[in-house]
């Protein structure tokens, strides 16, 4: 069972910038879709942004332009660039990784994110 570690969270100001780690225990060269969600009090979970394995890349519309994801396979690492950080992006951001021939899914213990001045 692979797991996932999340990293980088922390406190920062509006307009400011955080990368967000997904550090994973084995291989993801095997998943077919990786992707970051985020989960703010008293709101449901939702999806931030994936990435397949073929580099291809989806966000929500709330983060287009502002936000990146990237994965290195050599360093089994997905990535989450956050850049013009607004209050409204303060949420617990988890990783989740997705294997689609055996349904196989798994999430991260997930990472605080606080955008406060």
């Known amino acids: 069972q692979v797991q996932l570690v999340e990293s980088g969270g922390g406190l920062v100001q509006p307009g400011g910038s955080l990368r967000l780690s997904c550090a994973a225990s084995?291989?993801?060269?095997?998943?077919?879709?990786m992707g970051w969600h985020r989960q703010a009090p008293g709101k449901q979970r939702e999806l931030v942004a994936t990435?397949?394995?073929?580099?291809?890349?989806k966000y929500a519309d709330s983060v287009k332009g502002r936000f990146t994801i990237s994965r290195d396979n050599a360093k089994d690492t997905v990535y989450l660039q956050m850049n013009f950080l607004k209050p409204e992006d303060t949420a617990v951001y988890y990783c989740?990784?997705?294997?689609?021939?055996?349904?196989?899914?798994?999430w991260g213990q997930g990472t605080q994110v606080t955008v406060s001045s």
């Open positions: 084995g291989s993801i060269f095997s998943f077919n879709r």
């Open positions: 990435i397949n394995s073929g580099d291809s890349t």
């Open positions: 989740n990784a997705e294997r689609w021939w055996d349904k196989y899914n798994v």
